[in-house]
């Protein structure tokens, strides 16, 4: 019995997930409520509650499975008993980059984030959400950047913290224009080239030096 109360209670879970998914991709998030939500998923608001504190909760919930298949690349090229970080760096963003052209959940929740996600007043428990997700993101780039200068695959003089913000902001504007413009060029089969413009860009650029 307690078994299947778990069974059923991840189920409901999945289900408001995926109402969450539907609706914001729909209506964008600001215009969303709960309501909506628990209307489309065919459960009560107090079933939402049950699972998830407020909205910006569930949102973050939805986005998390995004990295999920990824994991272990990041993993990898953070781990200082690796020996190609700068290689496992670049499969996770080819990875990355041929998802979101191929995977219509993986799209869709990163047009979710990118372009129907607006942080209104009610949103500011999301906002400092992708704050703090966006600095945990620069914080492990910059991990993976300072092992592949260790194993001398980027210049031993690379700053990389600024090296790793520049290397996020360039990630994060190659999917929100493609996004946005998904026919201006084909991000599956150029997904190689466009992360290796990224990567070159810290071996060559004076910028990035110390």
């Known amino acids: 019995m307690v078994r299947r109360t778990k069974e059923e209670a991840q189920e409901t879970r999945h289900q408001i997930l995926e109402a969450a998914e539907q609706a914001f991709y729909e209506r964008g998030v600001a215009r969303t409520t709960l309501a909506d939500i628990a209307t489309l998923a065919g459960v009560t608001r107090g079933a939402i509650y049950w699972h998830f504190s407020n909205k910006a909760d569930l949102v973050q919930a939805m986005l998390d499975?995004?990295?999920?298949?990824?994991?272990?690349?990041?993993?990898?090229?953070?781990s200082e008993d690796e020996p190609d970080?700068?290689?496992c760096m670049r499969k996770l963003l080819i990875r990355l980059f041929q998802q979101i052209a191929i995977d219509p959940k993986t799209r869709r929740l990163?047009?979710?984030?990118?372009?129907?996600?607006?942080?209104?007043?009610?949103?500011?428990?999301?906002?400092r959400q992708r704050q703090s997700v966006s600095l945990d993101?620069?914080?492990?780039?910059?991990?993976?950047?300072?092992n592949a200068v260790n194993r001398e695959q980027?210049?031993?003089d690379l700053d990389t913290v600024r090296a790793a913000i520049a290397l996020h902001a360039y990630i994060d504007?190659?999917?929100?224009?493609?996004?946005?413009?998904?026919?201006?060029?084909?991000?599956y089969q150029e997904a190689e080239r466009w992360v290796d413009v990224s990567l070159q860009t810290l071996s060559l650029t004076h910028a990035l030096r110390k």
């Open 65 to 78: 499975s995004l990295h999920e298949p990824l994991e272990e690349l990041a993993q990898a090229s953070e």
């Open 85 to 87: 970080p700068l290689g």
């Open 110 to 127: 990163n047009e979710i984030l990118h372009h129907k996600c607006e942080f209104t007043d009610e949103m500011c428990d999301m906002r």
């Open 137 to 146: 993101c620069n914080v492990r780039i910059e991990r993976s950047l300072r």
């Open 154 to 156: 980027l210049p031993p």
């Open 173 to 187: 504007g190659m999917i929100g224009q493609w996004l946005l413009v998904p026919d201006s060029f084909d991000l």
